[in-house]
């Protein structure tokens, strides 16, 4: 076996300590801080780029654009910043932190900082299996997409076409069109009838059989994914100076393409203008705390796994500050890219933007983007390039995922690879059947929303209050030579934690015309219960197997641990 270098870093996490610091882990843990056996990232830009490719997703393109006009435009700005300045930075520094302090992934991490927590660990491995079986059905769409690209007229520009119903109405080059409610565009019939034929499934309760055309998709983004993790941090490493640089090449081609289009500053002018009678809507201030604590993604855990291969010196809080701020930027720019097509299209449509921008998630991306593209000069190359993009920021965001899993599972001494990518495979499929898209949907509103939200809740809280915030703080200086600012101590205290308590929004359950039976949402409940839910079975389980003496020191030392962090916080107000 390769030799590994064990240190005991004395005054840190490492050392014995009080138990009112300790939580209730009294025992010194030897934390490896240089190791031979655990990978190391080849170059500091292969961390860098793999955190931004992760935090730069598809959520920055069809997301951010939506609900910042929805939310008052320029003036969103403000509760925006505001919530990332307090609440999504802080919460993605100390991530970055934990990892590379701990060198260890979201589930073994918790035997350092407080064993009763551990299955924080285990719901943010399920998470993240959602996550990129979400992210993973989206990629497949857009391949479909790319693949049919490759001509010279593409094929949702026109009405002609097998899949397409006496609804379809196309407005591109033509005058006098009468758009009724029922009319339905070429493009979103291609969508809803040729990628997803959900058209062939009554819903939820009759998905119908796999779409092999979608399963041959899938099997292609599945290999592209198998071989660029298989050795771990070397080979995603090199992958993502291909997969996060290429967006910004695409993003900026096709803003410069946008601005160029007759009617786009009417979408920049509906994009920004601000309405600060909007700043007095509570929903304003939570719809921009769950947008940045979405775009930037702390609790998947894919912080904790990629900041685990960093040299043990390395400036994370240099490195949380870039991320953060190339992150925000990307979304305000998409925004540009966005808004000047649906200004395009209002100005063809001869109606006003808003009638054209109603379209958000993937019906922005996969129906209201390509319709506008597939009237353009030099239509084939602007679908090519577009889907390229939504290719590669799907993959980024599907690497840091299965990564985060890989790390917290194989740190666990776990040997699964082949068996979790065949398994993970076949667990797909089920998602590329003709109502898959119902299933989708459901997976993305109840598997993600609220329990991440919890999760992190609970894990700022294990870290700030049970941990203590002196000896994370001490942990930080350890690695980077100085303590960090009061303002970063009050925020993972109590400013980020209730950050994301008016984070949690859910919005009503809905897909094209389909209205889910009550049935659904109860199963929707189940599905976000299954990752949070392991979070009491083990501290149960931690207490009932832990013997009578060791219980009450245990109990002991969590209250220890809660006081001194109430006596710290006291001490901060008063000073």
Same mark, same amino acid.
């Given at each position: 076996m390769p030799h590994q270098e064990q240190v005991m870093v004395h005054g840190n996490l490492c050392a014995p300590g009080p138990p009112n610091n300790a939580g209730y882990n009294s025992n010194p843990v030897p934390v490896i801080i240089q190791t031979e056996s655990r990978d190391k990232w080849s170059k500091k830009m292969d961390f860098l780029?793999?955190?931004?490719?992760?935090?730069?997703?598809?959520?920055?393109?069809?997301?951010?654009?939506?609900?910042?006009?929805?939310?008052?435009?320029?003036?969103f700005l403000i509760p925006y910043v505001l919530m990332a300045v307090f609440g999504g930075?802080?919460?993605?520094?100390?991530?970055?932190?934990?990892?590379?302090?701990?060198?260890?992934?979201?589930i073994s991490i918790w035997k350092h900082i407080c064993p009763i927590f551990k299955g924080i660990g285990f719901a943010i491995c399920i998470i993240a299996l959602y996550v990129s079986f979400y992210y993973n059905t989206?990629?497949?769409?857009?391949?479909?997409?790319?693949?049919?690209?490759?001509?010279s007229t593409l094929p949702w520009t026109s009405c002609d076409n097998a899949w397409n119903t006496e609804n379809c109405t196309n407005y591109f080059g033509k005058d006098n069109v009468t758009w009724t409610n029922y009319s339905r565009s070429p493009a979103e019939e291609f969508y809803t009838r040729n990628v997803l034929a959900v058209h062939e499934s009554s819903g939820l309760g009759d998905v119908g059989y796999i779409r092999w055309q979608l399963m041959l998709c899938l099997f292609l983004i599945f290999?592209?994914?198998?071989?660029?993790?298989w050795k771990g941090v070397k080979t995603s490493g090199k992958v993502v100076w291909v997969t996060a640089t290429l967006p910004y090449v695409v993003l900026l081609i096709l803003m410069i393409r946008g601005a160029t289009l007759p009617g786009a500053w009417k979408g920049v002018v509906f994009y920004l203008n601000p309405?600060?009678?909007?700043?007095?809507?509570?929903?304003?201030?939570?719809?921009?705390?769950?947008?940045?604590?979405?775009?930037?993604?702390?609790?998947?855990?894919?912080?904790? +796994?990629?900041?685990?291969?960093?040299?043990?010196n390395n400036n994370c809080y240099r490195d949380a500050i870039v991320t953060s701020l190339v992150?925000?930027?990307?979304?305000?720019?998409?925004?540009?890219?966005?808004?000047?097509?649906?200004?395009y299209m209002a100005e063809q449509r001869n109606v006003n933007v808003e009638d054209v921008a109603r379209d958000k998630g993937p019906s922005?991306?996969?129906?209201?983007?390509?319709?506008?593209?597939?009237?353009?000069?030099?239509?084939?190359?602007? +679908?090519?390039?577009?889907f390229v993009m939504m290719i590669t920021l799907g993959l980024d965001s599907t690497f840091g995922g299965l990564e985060a899993i890989i790390t917290a599972v194989m740190d666990e001494q776990t040997k699964f690879g082949t068996l979790f990518n065949v398994t993970f495979f076949i667990n797909l499929l089920f998602l590329f059947c003709k109502g898959g898209a119902y299933v989708v949907k459901l997976l993305e509103e109840f598997g993600v929303g609220s329990p991440i939200i919890a999760i992190v809740f609970l894990e700022a809280t294990a870290v700030s209050w049970f941990y203590g915030i002196n000896r994370f703080s001490n942990d930080i200086k350890s690695m980077l030579g100085y303590t960090p600012g009061l303002f970063w101590k009050v925020c993972w205290v109590a400013i980020s934690p209730a950050f994301l308590a008016v984070s949690l929004n859910k919005d009503p359950l809905t897909l094209?015309?389909?209205?889910?039976?009550?049935?659904?949402?109860?199963?929707?409940?189940?599905?976000?219960?299954?990752?949070?839910?392991?979070?009491?079975?083990y501290m149960v389980y931690k207490l009932v197997w832990t013997p009578g003496e060791k219980y009450a020191q245990i109990t002991h030392r969590l209250v220890k641990a809660v006081q001194n962090s109430s006596k710290q916080i006291c001490q901060w107000i008063l000073t």
């Open positions: 780029l793999s955190v931004i490719g992760f935090a730069v997703d598809l959520g920055n393109v069809w997301r951010f654009p939506y609900i910042c006009y929805q939310n008052g435009g320029g003036a930075v802080p919460l993605f520094y100390m991530e970055l932190a934990l990892g590379q302090f701990h060198r260890t992934g979201a989206i990629i497949a769409w857009a391949l479909f997409y790319f693949y049919s690209s490759f001509s290999t592209i994914v198998y071989f660029s993790l309405k600060w009678e909007k700043l007095k809507e509570t929903s304003v201030w939570v719809d921009a705390a769950a947008q940045i604590f979405f775009s930037l993604g702390p609790g998947f855990g894919v912080l904790l +796994a990629l900041s685990s291969y960093n040299p043990f992150n925000c930027l990307t979304s305000f720019v998409s925004g540009f890219v966005i808004f000047t097509v649906l200004g922005l991306l996969f129906i209201t983007y390509p319709e506008a593209i597939a009237n353009m000069v030099g239509s084939t190359f602007f +679908a090519i390039i577009f094209f015309d389909y209205e889910f039976p009550d049935w659904s949402i109860t199963v929707g409940y189940i599905i976000g219960a299954s990752s949070f839910m392991w979070i009491p079975i």
